[in-house]
């Protein structure tokens, strides 16, 4: 016998743009962009449309529905990419993505407002668990990492335009204008994605396990949306109605544990070692930044008198500091538990610097420093999470266990959005009222970020 050459040895590919990913990759990026430009530019002028719909009770809300609408979606279009792969669950994402989009720049009450962020989060819900199975499914788990660090690269551009186009295009034409404007994106980024949802999508063998069963995970998307939303309006209706409110609350609650109970990992609920944590942990990180990061622009704006564009600008700092956390991660070795434990010292100590934005002497800038390393945190911490969750997923679990990602990261955002919203509206809405509100809600999401680096060990 011989010993091997290396003509013998097979070909592994370690680039994400070597001919075989070429197209996922691009197509995979333009998505993110495109969902991009939408996050960063909403956010941004979240308080006009507010002011003008008559709705500043409903900001807190008015996100949360997007979020609590793409959490039942993503376990929805999580079952539909295990059993019949990926391309249709992203097609019926996009579609009602962009339809949201219309009825939001259309809306004439915040009611119908309220709905069409709804409709928009079903369409993103549904996309990116589409999108985290492809991913799964398409790359070799030693190019995961350099995948997932060029999605959070797909926010750059988004980062340092958006904001600042969504706020002149508030102020000259008005914030309708702003959804509107994000539509026609869909097309070029559509066209790019056609061969990459051409490519195989079989779906793995089924799992057996109870997380495989259609109706029975329907039921728990249910009742973990519903839950939700009923506990967000009972949670605000307690400083106006106590007693309903209180009854909602808890129902809410109730019906919220029964449907994480399902969605979730085994043992996920009471933090068990591995998957189970590793999951929760996505929902901390999203929890303390965007209860935090939701308020900056109407903190802002309503504090210290920025317009919309330079509101915005701390938005972008924070996504450009999550892109280099996110590249970072894809160049490290070491110990993933230890990177998810740096990521979110950095959201807890990012978070307490921002609070003093609001104070009166006080420069509100100090929140651009402030986020550009919460985002930075973000990127190492959520990047890792994400990438560790995949390693850790039995292949036909890859569709579920994303979904679970997903069910975390939007609900954790939901809730505290949606508490910090309520509040605002308990302390009320003058603009020292809102200041002390946001160091309120600052405090709570510092002590969210900071048991997540108390946890971050029981990832491993």
């Keep these: 016998m011989t010993a091997p050459k290396a003509l013998d040895t097979p070909h592994r590919p370690t680039r994400i743009l070597a001919p075989e990913f070429r197209t996922p990759t691009v197509g995979i990026v333009l998505t993110i962009t495109l969902v991009a430009f939408e996050g960063m530019s909403v956010a941004v002028v979240m308080p006009t449309v507010a002011k003008e719909l008559n709705a500043l009770n409903l900001y807190g809300i008015s996100i949360s529905a997007f979020l609590i609408a793409s959490l039942f979606a993503n376990v929805v279009a999580g079952l539909w990419s295990d059993r019949r792969g990926y391309p249709l669950p992203f097609l019926a994402g996009v579609v009602l993505f962009v339809v949201g989009m219309a009825l939001a720049g259309a809306a004439q009450s915040a009611e119908l407002f309220l709905v069409a962020r709804a409709v928009q989060g079903l369409g993103a819900g549904a996309s990116i668990v589409a999108l985290l199975v492809m991913i799964a499914r398409v790359y070799p788990a030693g190019l995961r990492p350099k995948v997932f660090a060029a999605v959070s690269a797909a926010w ?48 793995a063998e089924p799992s057996q396990g109870p997380r495989s069963k259609p109706l029975a995970m329907t039921l728990a998307a249910t009742a973990t949306a519903g839950g939700a939303g009923v506990l967000l309006h009972g949670v605000d209706r307690l400083h106006t109605d106590p007693a309903p409110g209180a009854v909602e609350t808890v129902a809410g609650l109730a019906f919220l544990v029964y449907g994480l109970y399902r969605l979730l990992p085994p043992r996920a609920l009471r ?77 807890t100590i990012s978070i307490l610097i921002c609070l003093l934005s609001v104070l009166p002497g006080v420069t509100g800038w100090i929140a651009v420093p402030a986020w550009i390393v919460a985002g930075f945190g973000m990127g190492l911490g959520m990047t890792t999470v994400s990438v560790t969750a995949l390693k850790q997923s039995p292949v036909n679990e890859q569709g579920a266990n994303s979904a679970a990602l997903s069910v975390t990261d939007m609900l954790g955002s939901a809730l505290s959005v949606g508490i910090g919203g309520a509040l605002v509206n308990l302390i009320g809405h003058s603009p020292s009222q809102i200041a002390t509100g946001f160091v309120v809600i600052s405090f709570l999401m510092a002590a969210i970020a900071l048991s997540a680096t108390a946890l971050a060990g029981r990832t491993r």
């Design 156 to 203: 750059v551009v988004p980062a340092m335009v958006g904001p600042a186009v969504a706020g002149f295009v508030a102020v000259q034409w008005g914030w309708r204008y702003v959804f509107f404007g994000i539509i026609p994106l869909v097309v070029p980024a559509l066209a790019m994605l056609v061969p990459a949802l051409r490519m195989p999508s079989s779906p």
């Design 271 to 347: 933090f068990g070692r591995g998957l189970a944590t590793t999951v929760l942990m996505r929902g901390f990180f999203s929890a303390a930044f965007f209860g935090v990061n939701s308020f900056i622009p109407l903190a802002l704006e309503e504090v210290k008198g920025f317009d919309p564009t330079y509101a915005g600008i701390a938005l972008t700092t924070g996504a450009l500091g999550w892109s280099t956390g996110s590249y970072l991660q894809s160049r490290k070795d070491g110990e993933a538990y230890k990177r998810i434990r740096l990521g979110a010292g950095c959201v």
